[in-house]
């Protein structure tokens, strides 16, 4: 497919990076090793799926892709360092090409991460975009979803719902938030907001083999949750509990070092909502724990 | 999307790896750190460009994915060590999923590659895989397209062209070949063959700085190459220059390793086919030295 040398034109606009020696002018690219524990995370973004590419543009579509990976290594309490990109381009998609890379350096600049090759394809279908992000864990290790225990607090770093309002476009990745976290406590478990609050915390739940309260008082409703709600009619805790794509963290650390959190919290927007305990996901209103669904649909007893 | 969750199903299938301490039920895989330098290479397939799903089948889809990966790290003579897989699935396409990652796992554990983690989607088009490969460098550093030089002497793993009749979907990585012969000889620039012979070697050429004069004669042209012949009225070494997908390796040495190599064979199927001179790209053929275009075709003077 002689249509669009992408690796060229990528080339040709990637300063040189110490990281890395070799450029994407050969078939991989070559980056140094660092000695610590490589984090390597992907995202496939699809048109009509994760953004409609005809009203947001593709600019807009490469920011999301970097983003979204971006909160990935940030899940992980990890440093990002290099993407690889691989996108499947509608026809006569030149300029669509060159815009989604300009949105991918765009989150990739903020975040210190080197662009280091890709591959681009041009195809009868609609626009598919592919980042692998790679990272580095800190010397304090990478956190996983596994370390959640009974007595936990669970911590949220910001409000949650309604993203499909527009913010899911355009989510702030909490790399520095995560890192700063991973310095000041003893994270025992992460994840970002992807799949919905309740749904992301289930997954760290499953991992972690215990169970959780949240209370629904504490749960910080998104602005976008409540103009949502209007719409909906459901209840706009059911969006800040459902709702997907939201990319703020939620985290488990001890009672001691969630006192501490909130004493001299090292990030702003860090919300305790709720406990861990043995089993069982649960939501705590108005006085009584009724089972939550991690679709965060609330059973009714 | 609640539809298939192709990272729970990957873990259930994918065994226990040393060099994963962290599993795919994390945001991100984790690696252990060799110290080597890391390779990095993505490549995305489309339905309809790169395989016609209907035809060949989903598993033969995941294979030549993987196996496209592995050809970039032999290109650089590394060795592959773990692969991320992303996909885009028509709706409906679980068991899709299902053998395409079945056709991943059959390359890469034929390389001892593992397969850490993955992202999948179910949208409206057509199939897409993406896989990312991570490999390391040898002790001897990543072979680069740039160390061509005047003088050297131009090499080919096996026979070319006509691959589209079949050999283009499973091809066989050069991986093994690539580190033997990076063991036995000074390796100045290599690449594979996916473009094309005269494509790829001009790739060197480019990265190089220099040129080189083919011998007609010398070239391995396939079998394959020989009955397409017949069906497009082409010569077959034309067949042998220009088609693309052969996935064998193109690299130059210096004229004393190359004598080396053909007294003393490390890997079968080796062929001279020609030197680099100072510039351009030439065919020499019936004694007369004639331009020859990255397409393939040859000027006539």
Known sequence: MPEFDYIAWLRSRTPADPRVPVGPGDDCAVLAPSGRPLLVT??????????????????????????????????????????????????????????????????????????????????????????????????RGPVLRSGAKPGDWLFVTGPVGGSIRGRHLTPTPRVREALRLHNAVDLHAMIDISDGLAADLNHILEESCC????????????????????????????????????????????????????????VAGLVKIGECVAAGLWLNEGGGRRPLAPTGWVHEL
């Open 211 to 266: 169970g959780a309260v949240i209370d629904a008082a504490a749960v910080p409703v998104h602005a976008d949750a409540v103009e949502l709600a209007k719409a909906t009619g459901k209840p706009p805790l059911a969006h800040a509990l459902g709702d997907g794509e939201d990319f703020e963290l939620v985290f488990t650390v001890s009672a001691a070092d969630g006192e501490r959190l909130l004493r001299e919290p090292p």
């Open 42 to 139: 992907t995202d496939l973004l699809t048109d009509g799926t994760d953004f409609i590419l005809s009203e947001v543009g593709a600019r807009a579509a490469g920011r999301k892709a970097m983003a979204v990976n971006l909160s990935d290594i940030a899940a992980m309490a990890g440093v990002p360092t290099a993407a690889v990109v691989a996108v499947a381009l509608p026809a006569g998609g030149r300029s669509v090409g060159e815009e989604i890379y300009d949105g991918i350096r765009d989150v990739a600049d903020e975040f210190g991460v080197a662009v280091v090759g890709g591959d681009t394809n041009s195809w009868a279908g609609a626009l598919v975009v592919a980042v692998t992000l790679l990272g580095e864990a800190t010397a």
